[in-house]
């Protein structure tokens, strides 16, 4: 057998091994998507006639609606990888990766596993508040196939990024507790971001916290694709956030993970 079929078939192994445990232990999922939705809900229907005022839309939830999803879906990917966080803490303090050290198996294996499953996990979560979204009254009819396309490779590209910083944060923390806190940051950076109101209406001394992260840019361009606003120069820093994000994360993990157990 090849190295290549090797590695495949290992990584294949684990995925399988992952989507299990988030099967048979699924309420960690669901809390990490309550707080989303809650959010979707709250925002719309407790402030969404004076937040869309604020944002030039009138006294009309539904042009509030519109402008807040893409930055839940954006927060919906940043909570679920959390939960990857979690997840690689617990296998590392658990014994199971001493025991896989021993075996006849590609070393990164586990971390592809941890990896591939945790965007199709967040594929899922965000299929799910979308549909949240659109049950309540979100539309994006303006939308084309190939902006619908580009769109679902924005959300996966974001994922991926954020996964291998979630999987270094899990695989840096001493436990699974630490790693929720460390990995918390990855929800927080939404809320702080052009998520739900415009950067023009926020404090001058607080713009630039909003601006120069990676989360504004993926909405702007996730806004522009779906609602059809201009994306400009976002499109292009997004890539360029998530390259690096994933270069880095990549990177941090495979340091981790190499080193030889204590």
């Given at each position: 057998m090849s190295s290549l079929s090797h590695t495949v078939r290992d990584s294949a192994t684990m995925l399988r091994r992952n989507l299990l445990h988030a099967r048979r232990y699924p309420s960690l999922t669901l809390n990490l998507l309550l707080t989303p939705v809650m959010l979707l809900l709250l925002f719309v229907y407790i402030f969404g006639d004076v937040m869309s005022e604020g944002i030039g839309g009138g006294a009309d939830r539904s042009e509030y609606l519109a402008y807040v999803v893409p930055g839940i879906l954006m927060l919906t990917i940043g909570g679920t990888t959390i939960g990857s966080a979690i997840s690689v803490s617990n296998d590392m303090t658990e014994g199971i990766i001493a025991r896989f050290r021993t075996m006849?198996?590609?070393?990164?294996?586990?971390?592809?596993?941890?990896?591939?499953?945790?965007?199709?996990?967040?594929?899922?979560?965000?299929?799910?508040?979308?549909?949240?979204?659109?049950?309540?009254g979100f539309r994006s009819i303006d939308a084309t196939v190939l902006e619908w396309v580009l769109a679902v490779g924005l959300l996966a590209l974001v994922s991926l990024a954020l996964t291998?910083?979630?999987?270094?944060?899990?695989?840096?923390?001493?436990?699974?507790?630490?790693?929720?806190?460390?990995?918390?940051?990855?929800?927080?950076?939404?809320?702080?971001?052009?998520?739900?109101?415009?950067?023009?209406?926020?404090?001058?001394?607080?713009?630039?916290?909003?601006?120069?992260?990676?989360?504004?840019?993926?909405?702007?361009?996730?806004?522009?694709?779906?609602?059809?606003?201009?994306?400009?120069?976002?499109?292009?820093?997004?890539?360029?956030?998530?390259?690096?994000?994933?270069?880095?994360?990549?990177?941090?993990?495979?340091?981790?993970?190499?080193?030889?157990?204590?």
């Open positions: 006849a198996i590609h070393r990164g294996s586990v971390l592809i596993g941890h990896v591939v499953g945790s965007v199709l996990q967040c594929v899922l979560s965000v299929v799910l508040v979308g549909a949240v979204a659109v049950a309540i291998w910083i979630a999987v270094g944060m899990g695989l840096s923390s001493p436990n699974a507790e630490a790693a929720s806190n460390n990995a918390m940051p990855l929800m927080i950076l939404p809320l702080l971001s052009s998520a739900f109101v415009p950067i023009d209406a926020m404090p001058g001394w607080f713009q630039p916290v909003a601006e120069y992260q990676p989360f504004t840019p993926a909405i702007e361009t996730l806004r522009g694709l779906l609602l059809g606003t201009g994306i400009g120069n976002n499109g292009w820093l997004t890539v360029a956030w998530c390259v690096g994000l994933a270069v880095l994360g990549y990177a941090w993990s495979k340091s981790l993970f190499d080193r030889d157990p204590k």
